[in-house]
């Protein structure tokens, strides 16, 4: 299984999100806009991996979404304001995974369809899977996704219209750092889901990063902390929107 995207949930517009980053040297990108769920977006992607930063274009409509994902955006901009949300897994086979889930007792959303509209009009389609959970301040599970088009045309796609240039296929997302209250109990559970691999004591492995689990320093909440990043022209740590973003 494959890092898909990272979420980071922001209070900015995705043109000034895009402004930020820019004016530090990396090639980030307005997405589009959810209309269904009344969210937008912007982006940020790496040679296997993308963040997206996501906002509430009409509160309203985000509120009556009634989506897995945007309940836990607003949960977490309500309760404690911007910052990482969960981590996306990308898959080929969502049909059958939920099944194999949902055949081991482990409730689900079902397979969900959806689609965002860019900045030049056209649609991208996908498929996505939630696991069922309370949202709350525990950490969340990851979520699945199945893209329309292969991860090569999809990529082709992207360049073609610019959403990625030369400068992003130099990066990798190498790690994502989590903070939970039991990262024994966390890591066991992600391992029997997933079927994930332990690295070691602290670390499990998707094909194209490192999920880290420490002791919280926040009894109140476990969420994704921070990440990692190599293959930009800097090296320092920027904390954006009340993010942890190691340039390595």
Not at 17 to 23: A, I
Not at 46 to 70: F, G, M, Q, R, V
Not at 185 to 197: G, P, S
Request: with cysteine.
């Amino acid at each position: 299984m494959y890092l898909d995207h990272i979420v980071h949930s922001v209070t900015k517009k995705p043109i000034e999100v895009t402004e930020d980053w820019t004016n530090k040297g990396i090639h980030a990108v307005v997405g589009g806009q959810h209309t269904q769920w009344g969210t937008y977006n912007a982006l940020l992607y790496t040679k296997t991996s993308y963040i997206e930063w996501l906002a509430a274009e009409y509160e309203e409509i985000a509120k009556n979404a009634n989506h897995p994902l945007i309940n836990l955006m607003l949960h977490d901009l309500n309760t404690s304001g911007s910052g990482f949300n969960t981590i996306c897994i990308r898959t080929t086979t969502i049909d059958n995974l939920c099944n194999q889930l949902e055949e081991r007792g482990i409730k689900t959303s079902g397979v969900l369809h959806a689609e965002r509209k860019t900045t030049s009009g056209l649609v991208r389609k996908w498929k996505m899977l939630f696991l069922q959970e309370e949202i709350s301040n525990d950490l969340p599970f990851p979520f699945f996704i199945e893209w329309e088009e292969s991860d090569d045309t999809r990529y082709h796609l992207l360049q073609e219209d610019g959403t990625i240039d030369k400068s992003n296929l130099e990066l990798t997302i190498t790690a994502c750092e989590f903070q939970v209250r039991n990262p024994r109990e966390v890591m066991n559970k992600w391992k029997r889901y997933f079927q994930l691999i332990e690295q070691d004591e602290q670390t499990l492995l998707l094909e194209n990063t490192r999920l880290i689990f420490k002791q919280s320093t926040n009894e109140d909440k476990e969420r994704l902390v921070s990440i990692n990043i190599e293959g930009a022209n800097l090296q320092e740590e920027i904390i954006y929107e009340q993010a942890i973003y190691r340039f390595l």
